[in-house]
DNA sequence: ACGTATGTGCGTCACGAAAC
DNA sequence: GTTTCGTGACGCACATACGT
């Protein structure tokens, strides 16, 4: 089977699968790479697809309607509660493992038997649904994927690192940079005045204001100084940040666009680093600075001249940038479609977790009912 | 220590849907 | 009809666990 005529099959089952995968799974535990379904594991597996509404629709709608459906019930159970503190119920997984689930008892008419209250049970994990439990709920959701995880990621361990030894270096933050009006951006990395040295024995000084000086310790000062001045302005594409590259030996000031992930700052030193590096190093907004010596990286883009474009190298040029430009704006939306991914899988396990629970109470319920209603003769 | 299996995240391509 | 956007699929690199 052709690679195109390949794809079109497995597309045409993976919507399914998706969600099958994340129901089939035993011990409750969803990794990204099986909702990914991003490898032949998704081919093999085999499930009942018992969401089928989400399943046929997109994660993306699928977590719109979750969403809704969560905040109905968490606007209930805000509404009805005048009480003192709501229940807090453990929840237990299928994997062994517990998490807390704040109960909100919600009793209109209540039950004829008194111990099972029906409960609308409000899950503190949903931290994207209910912005005042935002904190605790971004915790606690923390919390239960490092229990569920089989291994801490190497993700997790550098960040609890950085947290330990300095509490000044910005924690790499998975998900929440976006959500909570940062732009990934140097300017909100909290080095005052920071020194570094690249492999190639340059000097690199970022200041407060996001100025960067570039010295180069083998040339003459006035030669070797260049500064970088990064701005965020709406001008650029979005994700990307101008960087006015200011050559003193240059008779002029030359602009260029530099994707937010293409650029590393490393602790020791700044070196010339594959997009792939980049990435081993988390989603930390990181920059990466040419050698002066060497070209432009790959995802700089030289700004257009507003002068015509007419001789085939210069189409050739444009065609490049206009490629460049794609590939830049597709890679940041693949982040953010993986974001918005995750934050769906962790929607569908709370959503999970707290339909487990509710189904306990109601088979107890129902037991219970059943004892009072037909009473054994013995 | 080494090789292997598995999990994870990333960039890129392809393609359908929506926007223009 | 064309462009843009969102996302599934693929391949790759890296980290980690596990068996030898």
Redesign the pocket.
């Known amino acids: 089977m052709s690679k ?1 005529g ?2 079109k099959y ?2 045409t ?3 399914q699968m ?1 969600m099958e995968t994340i129901e089939s799974h035993q011990d409750g535990r969803v ?4 909702a990914e ?6 081919q093999t597996q085999t499930g009942q697809n018992s969401i089928p509404t989400l399943a046929q629709a ?3 709608r699928g977590l719109m309607i979750l969403q809704e459906s969560w905040e109905k019930k968490v606007s209930v159970a805000g509404s009805g509660t005048g009480r003192g503190s709501p229940d807090v119920t453990l929840v237990q997984l299928p994997s062994g493992q517990t998490i807390h689930v704040q109960g909100v008892i919600q009793t209109p008419q209540p039950s004829v038997i008194q111990s099972p209250q029906i409960q609308t049970v409000q899950v503190a994990t949903i931290a994207e649904t209910d912005e005042s439990a935002e904190s605790e709920g971004v915790i606690d959701s923390h919390k239960r994927r490092e229990i569920l ?7 997790k ?1 550098l960040n609890e690192l950085s947290s330990d030894v300095h509490g000044v270096v910005p924690k790499i933050e ?1 998900e929440k940079s976006e959500e909570e009006g940062t732009p990934p951006n140097i300017a909100t990395m909290a080095v005052p005045t920071s020194i570094y040295q690249t492999s190639t024995g340059q000097y690199i000084a970022i200041a407060q204001g996001g100025a960067i000086q570039i010295s180069n310790p083998g040339s003459d000062g006035v030669q070797g100084l260049q500064a970088l001045t990064m701005t965020n302005s709406g001008a650029p594409p979005p994700g990307a940040t101008l960087v006015q590259y200011a050559a003193q030996s240059a008779d002029g000031t030359q602009q260029f666009f530099v994707p937010g ?1 293409q650029v590393v700052v490393q602790d020791e030193e700044i070196e010339l680093a594959p ?6 190093t ?2 930390m907004p990181t920059y990466q600075i040419p050698a002066p010596t060497t070209g432009l990286p ?1 995802g700089v883009v030289m700004a257009a001249s507003p002068g015509s474009l007419h001789s085939p190298q210069q189409l050739a040029e444009e065609a490049t940038r206009k490629r460049e430009l794609r ?1 830049m ?3 940041e ?6 974001r ?2 995750k934050e769906y899988v962790k929607c569908l396990e709370s959503r999970v977790a707290v339909l487990e629970v509710q189904n306990k109470k109601l088979i107890e319920e129902l037991e219970t009912l059943r004892d009072i209603c037909s009473p054994k003769a013995d």
């Open positions: 195109c390949r794809k497995i597309r089952n993976l919507r998706t990794t990204d790479s099986m379904g991003g490898s032949a594991h998704m997109s994660y993306r995880s089989r291994r801490p990621s190497y993700r361990i998975e992930s997009s792939h590096m980049a990435a081993a988390g989603d790959q590939l704006k597709n890679r939306a693949a982040k953010e479609c993986r918005r991914k």
